[in-house]
């Protein structure tokens, strides 16, 4: 079985390059967008990163991709594994597919049907498990045993770090330094390696993490200096569910991150709204973690220039009238 390293291979600007020629002509270049609304509010320049309109509908698909084709081909044609009932799911099950190789998903038994259909729809079999009574680890290390296969995690891997950051490499290159770079923040992927970016290509850039305000362990995590667990929190932002920071993750947060803040949900479901209202399109709960603190005020930076990254927009249309409409607030 490959999995992942006992020793922590943390990754740097370099792997997110090579990650970066991996996923060329592979992963969408997706467009920064801009509103001259969200900047009258602000009274900054901002730049969205529209990873919404990315393959698979997220980020995601960057890091999932980059680790399966970083695989010596003799190991990647035993084919991938990972647990996730999200975006990670049914990117990796893309990424499998066109590889041509097999993926298992390991996912809860209340999974919302929508993500066990889009990821079963992307060729992955899919292996349910009860989350309050079976471990999802040990179920997807016995499975990767059976089959030989590589695991890949949602957040805590080297190429996964590498691949998610270059959304944030092609958001800079595109519109130039910047003085805050904001990302959205659940197990760390995402943040470490947009700090990764950020730290090469415009070094007086402040990178900022946001997660929802019941699940900071992130926030807890960097004042304290080591990895901080706390119980599952419940909120709106489901990709962000995470009760600890990666491993290969954390270390780059403290050296590169200069702050992380929180929002809450009815801050997330405004903003929201004002991407269908005023922008016309549809960002998820987590997507919109870093926009939430810069449209709301957590994050000063009138006069800035400011880089925010939309992760995704995998919400179905009826939990998202829902939102808008109060009633899963």
């Known amino acids: 079985m490959s999995t992942v390293q006992r020793d922590l291979k943390i990754p740097t600007f370099d792997d997110v390059r090579d990650a970066q020629r991996r996923i060329a002509g592979v992963a969408h270049v997706t467009p920064v967008l801009t509103s001259k609304t969200a900047d009258a509010m602000t009274g900054a320049s901002l730049f ?13 698909f960057r890091g999932a991709y980059n680790s399966v084709a970083a695989l010596d081909p003799a190991v990647r044609g035993n084919g991938v594994v990972a647990f996730s009932s999200g975006n990670h799911a049914q990117a990796l099950a893309y990424a499998a597919r066109l590889h041509g190789i097999s993926c298992v998903i390991v996912m809860p038994k209340d999974a919302p049907e929508m993500k066990v259909a889009a990821t079963r729809g992307y060729g992955a079999e899919v292996a349910f498990y009860d989350r309050y009574t079976e471990d999802r680890e040990v179920i997807t290390r016995r499975i990767a045993t059976e089959r ?23 958001l800079i290159e595109e519109v130039g330094p910047l003085d805050y770079l904001v990302v959205p923040l659940g197990g760390g992927g995402l943040l470490a390696g947009s700090a990764l970016s950020a730290r090469a290509l415009a070094p007086g850039c402040k990178v900022v993490g946001v997660e929802p305000e019941a699940g900071d362990d992130g926030r807890q995590s960097l004042q304290k200096g080591e990895i901080v667990t706390i119980p599952v929190p419940k909120s709106i932002a489901d990709g962000a569910l995470t009760t600890a920071i990666g491993r290969h993750n954390f270390p780059i947060l403290k050296q590169d991150v200069d702050d992380i803040l929180a929002v809450s949900d009815a801050q997330l479901v405004e903003t929201m709204r004002f991407f269908a209202e005023r922008m016309k399109i549809i960002v998820e709960p987590t997507g919109c973690l870093a926009a939430a603190a810069v449209l709301h005020g957590a994050l000063a930076c009138k006069g800035k220039r400011v880089g925010i990254v939309l992760s995704g927009g995998n919400v179905d249309l009826k939990t998202f009238g829902a939102l808008l409409d109060g009633r899963h607030i």
Do not use: C, H, S
């Open 48 to 60: 969205f990163k529209a990873e919404n309109l990315q393959r698979a509908g997220a980020f995601k």
């Open 148 to 170: 030989n296969a590589t695991i890949v995690p949602p957040f805590d891997y080297a190429e996964v770090i590498a691949g998610q950051g270059t959304a944030a490499l092609e």
